[in-house]
């Protein structure tokens, strides 16, 4: 069974950065393909999609971003950790947002909620104007 739990979360001041981080267990990077991606929810808002990353055999295959952050996140991956790492850079307000991991075993790197079988539990990320 794939678990996944997030950490990084905290406050920051806009313009600052965080680095979110995403421990994966019950499958080893190097031998399995996957495809871990982050979604963000702001209070009364639907939950949307930021970042994904897939790798299969140890090779990453494709990254993938929401528009609303290119440039500014960048996802990677440590084979060695079992950790995805979700960089953030030029933190604005509305970035503000609880930010989950999520994982399916089919490497793919869409937005779709629905084709992410496994989720953490979250980590809040407070950007103060």
């Known amino acids: 069974q794939v678990q996944l739990v997030e950490s990084g979360g905290g406050l920051v001041q806009a313009g600052g950065s965080l680095r979110l981080s995403c421990a994966v267990s019950g499958r080893t990077f190097s031998t399995y393909t996957m495809g871990v991606g982050w979604f963000r929810q702001a209070p009364g808002k639907e939950r949307e999609f930021v970042a994904a990353i897939s790798w299969s055999g140890g090779t990453t295959n494709y990254a993938n971003y929401a528009d609303s952050v290119k440039g500014r996140f960048t996802i990677s991956r440590d084979n060695a950790k079992n950790t995805v790492y979700l960089q953030m850079n030029s933190l604005k307000p509305e970035d503000t947002a609880v930010y989950y991991c999520?994982?399916?075993?089919?490497?793919?790197?869409?937005?779709?909620?629905?084709?992410?079988?496994?989720w953490g539990q979250g980590t809040q990320v407070t950007v103060s104007s």
């Open positions: 999520a994982a399916n075993s089919r490497g793919a790197v869409v937005a779709a909620v629905y084709e992410y079988a496994y």
